[in-house]
């Protein structure tokens, strides 16, 4: 049979999967294929080109996996990948630190009175990074909703049993920090940083204490 060429959707969807998989998350075609459990890497050409349309399942297992916007994939939005909550409590935090994710602040190396840093959650798995971005940032030199922020961080991590000091607080420039805010953040191995952010990391482990002595089991 010949191949028909494919509808406006299907070569949408794989125009913006494959620069999706080639800009951003750099995996290769045949990573890719194995990801979705293509046996031929042309399978994945042909979704990507438009001539065939990806399975429901594997855009389904795309987006769970690594996080992608339904809106990207669908209207080609800016936003490439969903955010966790982390405005209004603690609860997307621990559900990502009981699944094994590790948490991350990163710390903008400019406007350093504010002290601003985005929580992040990093998990490798199957040879993959997931990562997730809170869906707002906190800073160290707010005691307002800059600070519940990282608070509600540290509530999930105090309650996990997880050492403040072995959370990574490192300094991001403005590139990585604007990618973060558009949500279009995402970094193979989580390595690309600027070293660790003393001065954050000291306010971390101040609140840190000061919330475990707020709650304290009452004797």
């Not at 299907?10 to 998350?25: C, V």
């Not at 194995?34 to 994945?44: H, P, S, T």
């Not at 996996?65 to 994939?73: A, K, P």
Request: charged share 30%; glycine share 8%; with cysteine.
């Amino acid at each position: 049979p010949t191949l028909h060429k494919g509808g406006r959707y299907s070569i949408e969807l794989g125009k913006r999967h494959r620069r999706l998989r080639e800009k951003i998350l750099r995996v290769n075609p045949r990573r890719m294929a194995d990801f979705y459990g293509f046996e031929k890497v042309a399978q994945l050409e042909a979704c990507e080109s438009g001539t065939d349309e990806f399975p429901t399942a594997g855009i389904k297992r795309l987006r769970e996996f690594f996080f992608v916007s339904r809106e990207y994939l669908e209207e080609g939005a800016p936003q490439i990948f969903q955010a966790f909550e982390i405005t209004c409590s603690s609860d997307d935090s621990k559900k990502f630190l009981s699944l094994g994710f590790e948490p991350f602040l990163l710390c903008l190396n400019e406007e350093r009175h504010d002290l601003m840093c985005y929580p992040v959650f990093h998990k490798e798995e199957d040879g993959f990074d997931r990562i997730i971005v809170a869906n707002s940032f906190g800073y160290f030199a707010s005691g307002g909703g800059g600070k519940s922020n990282i608070m509600h961080l540290i509530e999930a991590i105090q309650e996990k049993g997880i050492a403040p000091y072995t959370v990574p607080i490192q300094k991001i420039d403005r590139k990585a920090w604007d990618a973060l805010e558009a949500k279009t953040f995402y970094c193979v191995g989580m390595e690309r940083f600027l070293g660790p952010d003393a001065e954050a990391r000291d306010c971390f482990l101040g609140w840190f204490e000061e919330f475990t002595r707020q709650h304290k089991p009452k004797k």
